[in-house]
């Protein structure tokens, strides 16, 4: 795992997402946006969750490491679920209502690219949780980085573009906030 390439993958989508699309698209291996950027990002974020939640509550006793351990696993689990349910969701969206052809390892690679805004935002409130307010609005720079991938990566047609990336945006930004909400409702459940 080559985390200078991995930070610089995702500051490139940040900074310039159209360069980075284009660079994303010459990858040989679709496959590739698993090992080389998808768990690397959703190890970190739930790494962060983990030594946000132990800070907040303190080292005392195993309640806070229990705490820490189901806030970091509700964490991978939303983003793991949300990314492959958000990946398959997006390629429905293509097979019908855009008339394009069923390629599971293309939107995966999108979709695993376009998560850079969650991802990011993720680990920065993962430690620094005073910071949720603006995390919430700067989540919203997800539809940049779609609009530039729809046309690059994806070859939407111009006239479906803004469609497919709001579509594709808010299916993005739900998709892992749902799954999470989902577990921590069933972990207050269960306990």
Do not use: H
């Not at 490491?65 to 293509?94: D, P």
């Amino acid at each position: 795992m080559n985390y200078k390439e991995l930070f610089y993958i995702a500051m490139q989508l940040i900074s310039s997402p159209a360069r980075a699309w284009e660079e994303i698209r010459l990858e040989e291996d679709r496959r590739k946006v698993f090992t080389a950027f998808v768990y690397p990002m959703i190890g970190l974020c739930g790494l962060s969750v983990f030594i946000g939640s132990l800070v907040a509550k303190g080292w005392g006793g195993p309640q806070s490491f229990q705490y820490a351990m189901t806030q970091c696993c509700a964490v991978a689990v939303s983003l793991f679920g949300g990314y492959f349910l958000a990946a398959y969701l997006i390629n429905g969206l293509r097979v019908r209502m855009f008339a394009m052809g069923n390629d599971i390892p293309l939107v995966q690679q999108f979709a695993g690219y376009a998560l850079v805004v969650p991802f990011l935002l993720k680990i920065i409130i993962g430690i620094l949780p005073d910071f949720s307010i603006i995390a919430l609005l700067l989540q919203f720079y997800i539809v940049y980085v779609v609009w530039e991938g729809s046309a690059i990566l994806m070859k939407i047609a111009e006239k479906d573009r803004l469609r497919f990336t709001i579509l594709s945006s808010i299916l993005l930004i739900a998709c892992p906030a749902v799954i999470e909400f989902v577990f921590n409702k069933l972990t207050v459940v269960l306990n």
